[in-house]
């Protein structure tokens, strides 16, 4: 069983659109969630992390974490065509002693 | 500042031959992690270390692959007898220090990866 589980898309949105990304993770444990994008052929780039129940915001990117229902989402304003990605989800930290476990990736096309 | 750096960036082997990858973390970390990314497949943890120590190699294969994380120098992943499977994009990671550290210090900052190719 898949301990932290996305949609693979593509998701597909025009561009100026909010994009919404969601991510499920199993591991109670869990205290610290993050989100990377990946470009095809490229490394993971960190684009938010979050650890308490909640939204947090960083620009056009908007992180919400509710533990209770064991549920990670990213909100992206104003989709850009730059912006077409796969988006990773990973949560670490307690039981999982520091190593990250990924979900699949939710691939993101921003159509102009 | 420099980021995680990864050599050699791209690494092709023929089956049976050894293939070493390395990894220098960010200044100031002191945390390295190693994943594996098959093609169309998500990252995979394969092992994460201290100076001197492995914390945890729970995703580690259990022949052929082994890595560590010297006094000086970088950490090297190193696999053995290579066969077209292992055939992938490695990524290494690090961070200022652990999950002990409290929220931020265990965040992960990836390196650009080497790729290896097995004929």
């Known amino acids: 069983q898949k301990e932290v589980e996305q949609n693979s898309g593509p998701l597909s949105v025009p561009e100026g659109a909010i994009a919404s990304l969601n991510c499920t993770y199993s591991d109670r444990g869990s205290q610290s969630f993050f989100w990377y994008r990946q470009y095809s052929g490229k490394s993971p780039e960190l684009i938010m992390s979050?650890?308490?129940?909640g939204d947090k915001e960083d620009g056009r990117f908007t992180a919400q974490l509710n533990k209770a229902s064991q549920y990670v989402s990213l909100l992206i304003r104003d989709s850009q065509p730059s912006d077409s990605a796969t988006y990773l989800c990973?949560?670490?930290?307690?039981?999982?002693?520091?190593?990250?476990?990924f979900g699949q990736g939710t691939t993101l096309q921003v159509k102009p | 500042n420099a980021g995680v750096m990864q050599n050699p960036r791209h690494l092709v082997r023929r089956r049976g031959q050894e293939a070493r990858l390395r990894c220098s973390p960010m200044?100031?970390?002191?945390?390295v992690y190693w994943y594996r990314q098959l093609p169309e497949e998500g990252l995979k943890f394969m092992v994460y270390l201290q100076k001197e120590n492995i914390i945890d190699e729970s995703g580690m294969p259990k022949e052929r692959f082994s890595a560590e994380f010297p006094k000086e120098g970088p950490s090297i992943l190193r696999i053995q007898q290579v066969v077209r499977g292992d055939s992938a994009a490695y990524f290494c990671a690090s961070s200022p220090s652990g999950t002990s550290g409290g929220p931020g210090q265990e965040t992960q900052y990836f390196g650009p990866g080497t790729r290896l190719l097995v004929l």
């Open positions: 990973a949560g670490g930290g307690a039981s999982n002693t520091g190593k990250l476990i």
């Open positions: 979050i650890y308490s129940n």
């Open positions: 200044k100031g970390h002191s945390h």
